[in-house]
């Protein structure tokens, strides 16, 4: 993408003020998005983005500027205001010498610029027409298909330089069922991280017709009730609850700054004993998993929490030096313009020893979450919130009636503990998570779990 | 390179091509931006950013490409690819590219250097100062800011439309991340004035320092007040609502309704492209269509929705000059600056009146607690309980409940002071809002 002779200038540059340590990180990403509204296509976004960033750390203070302009000029200009900001030009002079090195690539069969747009425009159609002929109360569906191929480069003056490319695809269909007035969603948006041999191992008409049922099933729903109660969380995008109330806590971005209810507690009892959680950037042809972390570390498989113990941290570089501990292969940004910090991949709970159908049969009263939507977290307080899409009341160890518009909070360290059961269903779902580096493909999961007790959103 | 310079190498490719009607839309920006904690700077970062976007009529269909390459042959490369994605529509929107000679608001040109490092170390190590001498309860986590950016907005059409807008922004801002004994809590504050330091860091001390302590409270059903902070959080959630197209595909329940009544006789709102403290004023759309301040609700009346070329043709009505564009994005429909007209009640005087309820201080998690095709919403929530008039004490852990259309025709007072949110082509401003009966969960 760039060459070597002028990778080391530009680090060369970037540390000629003082630094003591640089990093060049350039990327090409082209993405491809259709819309489909009323089972018809109605847009294309067809983008090509380019751009390099470039870091200085004097300690743990850091100094980034970022650039589209691509000449060597304008890279030179951009080395130039990292090392300007930091002081002025020492006398030693520097001389990076880079060893370009690779790591294993990703199996894609096919990749999505070898695919046709028509194609890839049938996928959704087909999927549209599947929501369709779910019910006749389905008055809209809004479908989505994107695929995304980014190849990114990191070179550092100790040496490393790396590059890695990542292909992701996905199909999101939103189905809106109405009753008069009363208008309900339902969602479904399987993703992977390989190619467009995914849409061969899912049937895109069965995608509408997921998100299709669950509108159906919300608008023959009632609110849920408010307060406090017992709540059974299904597996897949359920792991949200763990990458909400915990996930962001262990991210070294918050805790290297004391910043985070989770620092100072390695080592300790955080959970209850049945929990054990992961973050794994290295599961093959998965959605959150990454070639390599966007400063060239290769992915690893980072056990968080086992049986209940607080094992270890996400943390990339500058959480390294804040914390004085290693590096975990987790530094990501949505792209060249966001600086990168720690962030999750694929970060689920492990199965655990308890019976699914005894998880239902346990419960006197309380909800039943089938299906989760998004959240967030405040790591300072741990308080995280996350809405559930599809819901159901839960009685002497029944599914009933379903329920609507419900939403879950609590706080970090109080919900672990109170994860009392934990089934064995393992599976992950896709998501988007947005944080300080921008939004970035992750990864949840987990299998059936119990709560004990959480506070219930509703009316 | 210069959008000049962008324009003709496009409008020739796209003649080349044998194309009659395209536009280009480019955005080209700088930004510098800088934070401090611990009393010195902890990181500073700049950016330069530029991207195109070409959009075409072929075969009967829009197609578009964009790039932030701006190399002549990836600007070049745009006229085949929006070509080819023309060719997968089939919705029946017609293509429609502006010929009005409209008149523009003539707005300020921003000019002169944008701050520098210094200036903006120097802001965000003064702040942190104050950040320390302000409270002892001030912890090392605490972080303050100064951030600058401009941006050139500029549109060129084969109609002999030619635009170009630059706008400014920049704030300075403080996180203050309060501890007593082992409880946190956290604030954020930030103006838009790099001489309001002292007053900033103020307010958000204050604000995290009030959040200590704070409980739960018992579940039930309660009046509402909404800081004007979170009565921006709602209608920023809510603004698809105002979308003409959303209200066409069913995905708002204002269709049809446009002078009927919606909302409480006191709410009036409206979508402001030139409100006064944006600095992120725009004087037309993304379609070219010189914009206007209008009144979407009056007196609880819906006035209007917002509509772009294509969907007020749909609709039978003008456009309203909402049309919407990021560089990566197709067009869509976006209000520039939301705005709830102020009442005439101080809050003490809402408080007063409201006399039992919950004054709300923060809301979180929208993005996935409210939908705006249902407006129902329940979200995670703070503020101070109200009794007999009075905050009296910091709560937090519940949720509030309810549906914002109903919750337009439940409000029952506005406070007399907007505050605007960050700067921005889409920004929001609110006074505070009291509005009646609402579902809070907890214990």
């Known amino acids: 993408?760039?060459?070597?002779?002028?990778?080391?200038?530009?680090?060369?540059?970037?540390?000629?003020?003082?630094?003591?340590?640089?990093?060049?990180?350039?990327?090409?990403?082209?993405?491809?998005?259709?819309?489909?509204?009323?089972?018809?296509?109605?847009?294309?976004?067809?983008?090509?983005?380019?751009?390099?960033?470039?870091?200085a750390f004097c300690g743990t203070k850091t100094y980034y500027a970022s650039t589209a302009d691509l000449t060597p000029a304008g890279l030179r200009a951009c080395a130039a205001t990292v090392a300007g900001a930091l002081g002025e030009k020492s006398?030693?002079?520097?001389?990076?010498?880079?060893?370009?090195?690779?790591?294993?690539?990703?199996?894609?069969?096919t990749f999505p610029a070898d695919a046709e747009t028509a194609r890839k425009a049938?996928?959704?159609?087909?999927?549209?027409?599947?929501?369709?002929?779910?019910?006749?109360?389905?008055?809209?569906?809004?479908?989505?298909y994107v695929d995304v191929d980014r190849t990114f480069l990191v070179a550092n003056t100790a040496g490393l330089c790396r590059e890695g490319r990542k292909v992701r695809t996905r199909l999101a269909m939103q189905a809106m069922a109405a009753n008069g007035e009363d208008t309900q969603s339902g969602f479904c948006g399987p993703g992977s991280g390989v190619g467009m041999e995914f849409f061969e191992r899912i049937s895109p008409r069965a995608v509408g017709e997921k998100a299709a049922r669950e509108a159906l099933v919300n608008l023959s729903a009632a609110y849920c009730p408010a307060g406090t109660m017992t709540v059974a969380i299904e597996n897949g995008f359920g792991g949200v609850i763990f990458h909400e109330a915990c996930g962001h806590s262990l991210e070294a971005t918050s805790v290297g700054i004391g910043a985070s209810e989770m620092a100072g507690k390695q080592g300790t009892l955080i959970a209850n004993p049945k929990v054990t959680a992961v973050d794994d950037g290295t599961l093959p042809g998965a959605w959150g998993s990454i070639p390599m972390d966007d400063?060239?570390?290769?992915?690893?498989?980072?056990?968080?929490?086992?049986?209940?113990?607080?094992?270890?941290?996400?943390?990339?570089?500058?959480?390294?030096?804040?914390?004085?501990?290693?590096?975990?292969?987790?530094?990501?940004?949505?792209?060249?313009?966001?600086?990168?910090?720690?962030?999750?991949?694929?970060?689920?709970?492990?199965?655990?020893?308890?019976?699914?159908?005894?998880?239902?049969?346990?419960?006197?009263?309380?909800?039943?979450?089938?299906?989760?939507?998004?959240?967030?977290?405040?790591?300072?307080?741990?308080?995280?919130?996350?809405?559930?899409?599809?819901?159901?009341?839960?009685?002497?160890?029944?599914?009933?009636?379903?329920?609507?518009?419900?939403?879950?909070?609590?706080?970090?360290?109080e919900i672990l503990k109170n994860i009392d059961m934990v089934g064995q269903n393992l599976e992950t779902a896709e998501g988007m998570c947005g944080s300080s580096s921008g939004s970035i493909p992750t990864n949840v999961g987990q299998p059936l779990i119990r709560v004990a007790k959480i506070t219930v959103g509703g009316r | 390179m210069e959008f000049a310079t962008i324009k003709d190498v496009l409008f020739a490719a796209a003649r080349r091509a044998g194309l009659t009607e395209f536009d280009v839309y480019c955005r080209i920006g700088k930004s510098l931006s800088l934070d401090a904690m611990k009393k010195e700077q902890n990181s500073f970062s700049a950016?330069?950013?530029?991207?195109?976007?070409?959009?075409?009529?072929?075969?009967?269909?829009?197609?578009?490409?964009?790039?932030?390459?701006?190399?002549?042959?990836?600007?070049?490369?745009?006229?085949?690819?929006?070509?080819?994605?023309?060719?997968?529509?089939?919705?029946?929107?017609?293509?429609?590219?502006?010929?009005k000679k409209d008149e523009y608001v003539s707005l300020q040109k921003e000019a002169g250097d944008l701050p520098d490092v210094a200036d903006l170390r120097r802001v965000a190590l003064a702040m942190q100062e104050e950040l320390f001498a302000?409270?002892?309860?001030?912890?090392?986590?605490?972080?303050?800011?100064?951030?600058?950016?401009?941006?050139?907005?500029?549109?060129?059409?084969?109609?002999?439309?030619?635009?170009s807008h630059t706008a400014e922004n920049r704030y300075i801002s403080a996180e203050a991340v309060v501890k007593k004994g082992n409880e946190a809590a956290s604030a954020f504050a930030f103006s838009p004035s790099f001489k309001e330091g002292k007053t900033v860091v103020g307010k958000a001390v204050r604000e995290a320092t009030e959040r200590l302590g704070a409980k739960g409270l018992p579940t039930g059903v309660y009046d509402v007040i909404f800081s004007p902070r979170e009565m921006r959080t709602l209608l920023s959630a809510f603004s698809p609502i105002f979308s003409g197209k959303n209200a066409l595909m069913g995905l708002s329940r204002l269709a049809g309704k446009e002078g009927t009544t919606i909302a409480s006789e006191c709410f009036t709102l409206f979508d402001d492209p030139f409100y006064p403290e944006n600095t992120m004023k725009m004087p037309f759309d993304a379609e070219g269509v010189a914009t206007r301040t209008k009144p979407l609700i009056e007196k609880g009346v819906l006035k209007t929705l917002l509509y772009d070329l294509a969907t007020a043709k749909k609709a039978g009505v003008a456009t309203t000059g909402n049309a919407s564009r990021g560089v990566s994005e197709p067009v869509s429909i976006s209000p520039y600056c939301l705005a709830v007209a102020p009442g005439n009640e101080s809050e003490e005087e809402l408080l007063a009146r409201m006399g039992n309820g919950i004054y709300i201080t923060e809301l979180k998690g929208l993005h996935a607690g409210a939908s705006a095709v249902t407006g129902d919403f329940s979200i995670e929530s703070a503020g101070f309980l109200v009794e007999n008039g009075k905050k009296t004490r910091a709560v937090k852990g519940f949720t509030v409940a309810g549906n914002f259309y109903d919750l337009l025709k439940s409000v029952a007072g506005v406070s007399d002071r907007a505050e605007m949110g960050f700067p921005g082509f889409f920004a929001t401003a609110a006074p505070a809002v009291f509005c009646k009966g609402l579902s809070v969960a907890c214990e």
């Open chain 1, 1 to 55: 993408m760039i060459e070597k002779r002028l990778l080391e200038e530009l680090l060369d540059i970037a540390v000629s003020t003082g630094a003591d340590f640089a990093e060049v990180f350039a990327e090409r990403e082209h993405t491809e998005q259709i819309r489909l509204m009323e089972g018809k296509v109605e847009s294309v976004k067809d983008h090509f983005l380019a751009g390099v960033g470039i870091r």
């Open chain 2, 134 to 163: 302000q409270s002892a309860l001030t912890t090392d986590a605490s972080t303050t800011g100064a951030s600058v950016s401009r941006v050139t907005v500029a549109l060129a059409n084969s109609n002999g439309i030619t635009l």
């Open chain 1, 295 to 413: 400063e060239g570390n290769a992915p690893r498989r980072t056990v968080l929490i086992e049986n209940g113990v607080l094992k270890n941290y996400m943390i990339d570089r500058l959480g390294s030096r804040r914390m004085g501990m290693p590096m975990t292969g987790s530094s990501r940004r949505q792209d060249y313009r966001y600086e990168p910090t720690s962030r999750m991949t694929n970060t689920f709970i492990e199965n655990g020893p308890d019976r699914n159908e005894d998880i239902i049969a346990s419960m006197e009263y309380g909800l039943y979450a089938k299906s989760m939507g998004g959240g967030s977290v405040d790591p300072l307080t741990g308080a995280f919130n996350f809405s559930v899409r599809e819901g159901y009341i839960v009685r002497n160890g029944k599914i009933c009636e379903p329920v609507r518009g419900a939403s879950l909070i609590g706080t970090g360290t």
């Open chain 1, 91 to 109: 006398p030693f002079a520097h001389a990076v010498s880079l060893t370009p090195d690779a790591l294993p690539k990703d199996t894609v069969q």
């Open chain 2, 47 to 99: 950016s330069t950013a530029a991207g195109v976007s070409f959009r075409c009529a072929a075969g009967g269909h829009i197609g578009s490409a964009s790039t932030e390459s701006l190399t002549k042959e990836d600007l070049e490369d745009l006229v085949p690819r929006a070509v080819a994605a023309s060719r997968v529509i089939d919705s029946d929107e017609t293509p429609i590219f502006y010929d």
């Open chain 1, 122 to 144: 049938e996928i959704l159609r087909e999927a549209g027409a599947g929501a369709y002929a779910v019910s006749d109360k389905i008055r809209q569906v809004v479908g989505t």
